[in-house]
């Protein structure tokens, strides 16, 4: 088990997630994959991505079936501007490589924005740190674990 993991992991047992945390034999970095890899509906797979919001870490856990509009998140959080984080911010912020980020486990807490859409599905899942793990959750149990604000992100 990654360092990563093992922090996910940690972070989960103390913020009470029962979820199953699965581990696969092959890398899952993308929605597409993971839901091929849990027979699950793509949308269904919540995507730990993360922004530079004004030089500011922003997470967005976004349903793997949308796009995050930027310019929409920026307007509802007033930012001045959001663009995609690079590998070494996503690693400076998270303590997590891209393709694995958790929505927890992190060095420090991180504005967080949930998607409305992961509602749709009573099983989500999400990243617990690397690019071989997940784990079950909901969009309510995300909405409490990392204290993020729920809205349409696409």
Request: net charge negative; proline share 4%; glycine share 10%.
């Amino acid at each position: 088990m990654s360092d990563a993991v093992a922090r996910t992991t940690a972070a989960l047992r103390e913020l009470n997630v029962a979820g199953e945390i699965r581990t696969f034999t092959e890398p899952v970095p993308t929605a597409a994959a993971a839901a091929a890899q849990l027979g699950c509906a793509v949308g269904a797979i919540a995507n730990s991505l993360v922004f530079d919001a004004d030089g500011e870490p922003l997470l967005i856990l976004a349903s793997g079936a949308h796009r995050v509009n930027t310019v929409k998140v920026a307007t509802l959080l007033g930012a001045q501007r959001i663009r995609r984080a690079t590998p070494a911010f996503v690693l400076a912020a998270t303590g997590q490589e891209v393709g694995g980020v958790a929505p927890v486990g992190h060095p420090a807490a991180i504005r967080t924005v949930v998607d409305t859409w992961l509602g749709r599905y009573e099983q989500v899942w999400a990243g617990a740190g690397d690019e071989m793990t997940m784990f079950c959750t909901s969009l309510r149990e995300l909405e409490r674990i990392t204290g993020g604000k729920v809205a349409d992100i696409e």
